[in-house]
C-alpha cells in the first residue's frame, strides 16, 4: 500500500510503500506503480529493486535472503518529481501486477492499495492532520514540504499556512 504524498509543482515528493501481512510472509514481492507520466517523473526507488518498463510504469521487485520472508512494514520510498504544470488536482499512483510468493516460491493471494500524489497549491484540513500524523510517527513520513529529510512541525507549519491563506508556501 502506498499513504501518498504532497509537494510544489517542479519539487520532489517521496512515498512510502508499505507491506501489510495477512497470513504467510512472503519471500518474494513485485509490484508495478502506474501513474500519469505529464504530470510526474520517477527520480528513484529505495529499498527495492526499480526498473522503468516505460513512462509512467516502474516495476518494484525484492526477494528475501530471511527463510522467514519479507516482515510487514515500511518496504521502500519512491520518489517523483511534480511537473511545473501539476494543478490542484491530485493523481494517482497506481500499484498494480502485485505478485508474491512463500520462501518456497508458492504463489500468494496479493492485493495492492493505491495512494494519490497531490499538489500543495492548497490544502485541506484533511492535509494538515495527514502532516502532522506523520510528524509524529503515526503515519509513515510522505510530505516532507520543506524538503529537510524529515516531516516535522516545520512541515506542519507551511500546510497550515498554505490551507489558512490558501497560497503556495
Do not use: H, Y
Request: proline fraction near 7%.
Amino acid at each position: 500500500s502506498t499513504s501518498g504524498g504532497s509537494a510544489l509543482p517542479g519539487q520532489t515528493v517521496t512515498i512510502p510503500i508499505a507491506l501489510w501481512l495477512n497470513g504467510t510472509a512472503p519471500g518474494s514481492f513485485q509490484l508495478d506503480l502506474s501513474f500519469d507520466p505529464t504530470l510526474l517523473t520517477f527520480v528513484s526507488a529505495t529499498g527495492l529493486s526499480a526498473t522503468v518498463e516505460s513512462a509512467g510504469d516502474v516495476r518494484l521487485s525484492t526477494a528475501s535472503p530471511n527463510p522467514n520472508g519479507i516482515a510487514s512494514g515500511l518496504m521502500a520510498k519512491v520518489t517523483f518529481t511534480l511537473a511545473a504544470s501539476f494543478g490542484a488536482s491530485p493523481t494517482a499512483v497506481n500499484l498494480v501486477n502485485c505478485r508474491s510468493a512463500d520462501p518456497a516460491r508458492n504463489p500468494l493471494s496479493t492485493g495492492c492499495l493505491a495512494g494519490t500524489v497531490g499538489s500543495l497549491t492548497c490544502a485541506t484540513v484533511a492535509d494538515v492532520q495527514s502532516i502532522v500524523n506523520q510528524a509524529l510517527g503515526v503515519a509513515p513520513p510522505a510530505n516532507d514540504i520543506n524538503q529537510d529529510g524529515m516531516v516535522n512541525v516545520i512541515d506542519v507549519q507551511m500546510a497550515i499556512a498554505t490551507a489558512m491563506n490558501g497560497a503556495c508556501v
